[in-house]
């Protein structure tokens, strides 16, 4: 009984030194707000986030193919492209239509794909997530210092990530299925008759978003070197669900009333909003980063200044 003491006694100690320190920051927030800003600019991070965005563009459609062939065996291809597309609005917001023509293109010639095309997307697909890797090391740099990770594993990170979504969204379209059919419904109650299409909306939402958040904290958690709390990959990825949910709401209201992007770059505006809506996204995945570092380093400087000093003897 006293061994089991033992053993949640730490975890208690853990707890209370999270809520004293989130504490802390939430009675003065702005102080730490200027001090990730000024943590995200000295990392570079406009630059770091340029070159995610970049690569994220080259893995985009070879990833969601790659994703969308494995589980095509498994799923009907109809529902599977209505849940694909319905989460590619999450992060391409209004441009998933275009991706999705291209998606179904291949798919409808998927018959001629040979080995060499199909190692060809394998390889781009991870593009993404080994560039954002060595972004989450120039931010989390106090980490790297101490421990680097070894080549092999930070080869097999993206596929596994791969794996990962795929599963995600297998699990994510058999729900959507249950959800569509509940739409349809309708639920009498106390005399009255009320449709559960709205319900199941917000349903559609709201599992978007939480996604969203566990997508974000499982990258903030395996990405860095290190062990990272759980707790502390969670805050970051709230974070930067927020920010991306109020920077994916003004991108829709912008490019459907007030943008002239066509004007400008006529055939090539689909490439270009593309990439600007990943360049904003990056940023975002990367302010969720830097808040969990800074917030890491703040820890750090408060348990120094409490920690008594030993005294020094003449």
Request: glycine share 8%; hydrophobic share 55%; proline share 3%.
């Amino acid at each position: 009984m006293a061994q089991h003491g033992s053993y949640r006694l730490p975890l208690i100690i853990h707890m209370r030194k999270f809520g004293t320190t989130v504490k802390a920051i939430a009675k003065d927030p702005w102080p730490f707000i200027v001090r990730v800003a000024k943590g995200f600019r000295a990392n570079q991070g406009f630059l770091l986030a340029g070159a995610v965005a970049y690569y994220t563009l080259l893995s985009l459609v070879p990833l969601t193919i790659l994703v969308l062939i494995g589980l095509s065996n498994f799923v009907e291809e109809a529902e599977l492209l209505r849940t694909m597309d319905r989460y590619l609005e999450l992060v391409v917001p209004g441009q998933s239509d275009a991706i999705m023509l291209e998606l179904t293109t291949f798919l409808d010639h998927r018959d001629v794909i040979g080995w060499v095309l199909i190692v060809t997307i394998i390889f781009f697909s991870s593009f993404a997530f080994t560039v954002l890797e060595n972004a989450m090391s120039v931010i989390f740099h106090h980490r790297v210092a101490i421990k680097r990770r070894r080549f092999l594993i930070s080869a097999l990170i993206p596929y596994c990530f791969i794996l990962s979504l795929g599963i995600g969204l297998l699990v994510v379209t058999v729900v959507s299925g249950s959800l569509q059919t509940m739409g349809t419904e309708d639920i009498d109650l106390f005399g009255k008759t009320f449709s559960l299409r709205g319900l199941s909306g917000f349903l559609f939402y709201a599992i978007g978003v939480t996604g969203e958040i566990l997508v974000l904290s499982a990258i903030y958690l395996v990405m860095p070197v290190g062990r990272l709390s759980w707790r502390h990959a969670l805050i970051g990825g709230i974070t930067a669900a927020v920010l991306w949910e109020i920077s994916r709401h003004t991108l829709v209201f912008y490019f459907s009333t007030l943008s002239q992007v066509s004007v400008v770059y006529g055939s090539l505006t689909t490439a270009i909003v593309v990439l600007l809506s990943l360049e904003i996204a990056a940023i975002v995945l990367l302010v969720g980063a830097q808040v969990i570092a800074e917030y890491e380093r703040f820890r750090t400087e408060r348990v120094a200044a409490a920690t008594p000093k030993p005294m020094r003897t003449n």
